[in-house]
C-alpha cells in the first residue's frame, strides 16, 4: 500500500495569498513512512539541538521559503538536507496549479476545490496501477472541506465505476503536521510551486537572470520538485501524457491559448467552467 499525503498552499479564494493556489500530494510505499519520520526528525533534532521538542518542532515550509529567510544559510542546508532524504527515498509528486487571475468566475473553494481534487485523481489513480497497489489518503486536521471532497472522490471511485476495481481506499486518516513527516514535505513541495509561479516563472519567461530569492526557489523547483514529480508514458484517450503536473489556466474567447500561459503548461486544459463539466465524468 502506498500513503499518499495531501496538502495545499495559498488560499482557493481571489483577492487572497497571491494570484496561485497549489494542492500538492507526495506518495510514498508504506513501508518507507517510518524511514521517512526518522531521518527529517534527526535532521531537524541536528539543527535545533537544544531547542529541539519531538511533540512540537517540525518543518515549517512558510519559514523556510519565505522571502526573508529561503536564502540564508541555515534555511538552505536545512532544504537540502530535507530535499535529499526525500530524494533516497523515491517518492512521487503530484501538483495541480490554479491561476487565480485566469478563472471564468469568481474563484471559490465550492467549485474550485473539488474541481482541482478530480484532476489530481487521475495520474496519482494511474500511478497506483502501474504499481500494482492500493492508496491511502492523508491529510490534516482541520480541513473539513477538504475531507469532505476526498472523501466524495474516493467513494465515487470505489463504487462509481463499473467494471475496474479502483486502487483508492475508502476513508482518509487525518494526522497532525507535527506528527507526520509525510505532511510536512507536501507541504514543503506546494510552497515550492506556489512561489515558484507567483515570483519565478514570470522572470524566466522574460529571459530575466534570477538572484537571490529568486535563485533559491528556482534551485528547489528544478532540482526537487520537478524530478520527482509523476510522469507516465501512459496517455489519456484523447492522446495526453498522464503527468502529475497539472496547470489549470484558461482560453480566450477564440479557443486559443493565453501567450504568456501556453509555454509553461505540460498539460493541455479547457477553460474552467468546461474542466469543471469534465472533471464531474472522471
Not at 8 to 16: D, H, L, T, W, Y
Not at 17 to 26: D, K, N, Q, R, Y
Not at 136 to 161: A, M
Request: glycine fraction near 6%; charge should be positive; charged fraction near 20%.
Amino acid at each position: 500500500m502506498h500513503l499518499v499525503y495531501f496538502q495545499q498552499s495559498g488560499k482557493p479564494i481571489e483577492g487572497i495569498s497571491g494570484s496561485f493556489w497549489v494542492v500538492s500530494a507526495v506518495a510514498l510505499p508504506e513501508f518507507k513512512w517510518k524511514a521517512l519520520h526518522l531521518r527529517l526528525n534527526g535532521l531537524l533534532r541536528s539543527f535545533q539541538k537544544g531547542n529541539y521538542d519531538p511533540q512540537h518542532s517540525f518543518i515549517d515550509a512558510n519559514r523556510l521559503l519565505h522571502a526573508r529567510s529561503a536564502d540564508t544559510r541555515w534555511s538552505r542546508a536545512l532544504c537540502k538536507g530535507l530535499e535529499r532524504i526525500v530524494a533516497s527515498l523515491e517518492p512521487q509528486f503530484f501538483l495541480v496549479v490554479v491561476d487565480k487571475r485566469a478563472t471564468d468566475k469568481p474563484a471559490h473553494p465550492r467549485w474550485l476545490q473539488p474541481l482541482a481534487y478530480n484532476y489530481l485523481m487521475k495520474p496519482i489513480t494511474q500511478y497506483l496501477r502501474e504499481a500494482d497497489d492500493t492508496g491511502l489518503f492523508v491529510c490534516p486536521v482541520g480541513r473539513p472541506d477538504e475531507l469532505d471532497v476526498l472523501t466524495e472522490i474516493q467513494h465515487e471511485n470505489l463504487f462509481g465505476h463499473h467494471g475496474r476495481t479502483s486502487p483508492l481506499i475508502a476513508t482518509p486518516t487525518l494526522q497532525r503536521l507535527q506528527d507526520s513527516a509525510g505532511l510536512q514535505v507536501a507541504h514543503f513541495v506546494a510552497n515550492v510551486a506556489r512561489r515558484y509561479h507567483e515570483s519565478v516563472y514570470p522572470k524566466l519567461y522574460a529571459k530575466q537572470t534570477l538572484h537571490g530569492y529568486d535563485a533559491v526557489i528556482n534551485s528547489h523547483y528544478q532540482g526537487f520538485v520537478k524530478p520527482n514529480t509523476y510522469q507516465s508514458p501512459v496517455t489519456d484517450f484523447k492522446g495526453f501524457k498522464i503527468r502529475g503536473y497539472i496547470y489549470l489556466w484558461r482560453r480566450d474567447s477564440r479557443g486559443q491559448l493565453r501567450d504568456d500561459q501556453a509555454s509553461s503548461v505540460e498539460i493541455a486544459m479547457p477553460r474552467f467552467h468546461d474542466a469543471e463539466e469534465e472533471a464531474g465524468h472522471n
